[in-house]
């Protein structure tokens, strides 16, 4: 059923912008939602969070005029709830039809497509080399960027195609020329920007070793070496061959300060092995995601920032509100990390998440092979990202 296909409720309906709902929750309030999308889609996607309570009660249950009292009772009628769906049209209906059973409700703007429009800049205060470092966040699928500018010169770290604009506009208001964009890998989960920023101008940036894969737009862009080094300003940033989750997977080295590991290390977990080589090719890709962990990204000093491309409701963020934290400090307390080799590869086979939805097409698409438009750019990569190893597997005692 299409969001036009749905009655206008005979009452007003109060919408929610989702930035105002984002603020809520991390504001502490508690927030109860009524899920109005099909079970599966609950199961697979939706929004949490430790004040959060989410209802699935899918829209076609309010349909009838003798909507079943079994599923009235499940809706709370003493504090206010906010219904959701996809695209906003199936939870103005079902909020109008509970608001004229006397309920307390409203809906969420343009569904769970607005919340994926999110996408917030935060400041890595923790971060001591030249220049700023912001990270972006993507509350809906966990996805982080990062953008360094310094000295009138910027560059963005794994960008996604569906903020190009944003980017452009960032660096316009901060007075700078954004100068690199840069991918670590060919991502699995999301649709790069770095062709699209590439387009408007900023130097398109890919790992050399990523090329391999079946790029087919790599002679566009530059393509990035293992111990090369890009300059903003004063800042270096410095490539870092960490294979392992593909085997292009590249790690950049921010002002000596943060390393960027795009998915080969996130403040809760490790990399998933399985994307590029299936079950198949999984074990020999964790050994070499070993041997980048001990070798490239634990040799260097315990205070360096790690900043992942992801992170999930297992990561907390920092005291300044990023999803960073110091290598020593991962490796104090994931006992993957301290594993020896055969531990290592043992533990990160013997629970492996579901992976990343319509990863296959994003994939293709990322390489090249695959040409879709904005808006199909964008569905396709709604839902979790699922590129980390499982995290109840990783985690300290």
């Not at 490539?239 to 960027?260: N, Q, R």
């Not at 900043?307 to 490796?331: C, K, M, N, Q, R």
């Not at 904005?374 to 590129?387: H, I, K, R, V």
Request: glycine share 10%; hydrophobic share 35%; with cysteine.
């Amino acid at each position: 059923m299409n969001a036009d296909d749905f009655p206008t409720p005979d009452v007003d309906v109060e919408s929610v912008d989702p930035d105002m709902l984002k603020d809520r929750i991390d504001a502490g309030e508690d927030v109860t939602l009524l899920d109005a999308r099909m079970q599966s889609d609950h199961e697979e996607w939706r929004i949490d969070g430790e004040n959060v309570t989410s209802i699935n009660i899918p829209y076609f249950e309010f349909l009838e005029d003798d909507i079943d009292e079994d599923v009235l009772d499940r809706v709370p009628d003493d504090r206010e709830v906010t219904v959701l769906c996809a695209k906003g049209g199936a939870s103005e209906f079902v909020a109008g039809t509970l608001a004229e059973r006397g309920y307390d409700v409203n809906h969420l703007e343009d569904g769970m497509n607005g919340w994926a429009r999110i996408y917030e800049a935060v400041e890595v205060e923790r971060y001591d080399g030249a220049g700023t470092l912001i990270q972006y966040q993507r509350p809906s699928s966990g996805c982080l960027g990062y953008l360094l500018y310094d000295d009138g010169e910027a560059a963005i770290i794994d960008p996604l195609r569906a903020f190009t604009d944003r980017y452009l506009d960032d660096a316009g208001d901060l007075g700078v020329d954004l100068q690199y964009a840069l991918d670590t890998h060919i991502h699995a989960d999301h649709i790069s920007g770095v062709r699209d920023l590439d387009d408007e101008g900023v130097e398109g940036v890919i790992p050399e070793a990523a090329v391999d894969r079946g790029v087919t737009y790599a002679d566009e862009l530059t393509t990035a070496a293992d111990g090369g080094s890009f300059s903003i300003g004063d800042a270096t940033i410095e490539t870092v061959s960490t294979p392992g989750h593909t085997t292009g997977m590249t790690s950049y080295l921010v002002g000596d300060s943060l390393l960027a590991t795009g998915d080969g290390l996130f403040i809760e977990s490790v990399a998933r092995p399985d994307l590029e080589e299936g079950d198949d090719g999984a074990p020999d890709a964790t050994r070499m995601l070993y041997e980048s962990l001990q070798e490239r990204v634990f040799s260097l000093p315990d205070d360096t920032l790690v900043g992942g491309a992801h992170f999930s409701d297992a990561a907390g963020p920092a005291a300044d509100g990023t999803y960073t934290a110091p290598i020593g400090e991962l490796v104090d307390e994931m006992d993957a990390l301290t594993m020896d080799e055969d531990e290592f590869v043992d533990l990160i086979l013997s629970d492996m998440p579901p992976r990343p939805a319509n990863y296959e097409d994003i994939i293709a698409t990322n390489l090249g092979q695959n040409a879709v438009d904005d808006e199909e750019a964008f569905t396709l990569e709604l839902g979790p990202n699922n590129c980390a190893a499982s995290q109840d597997s990783l985690a300290g005692d």
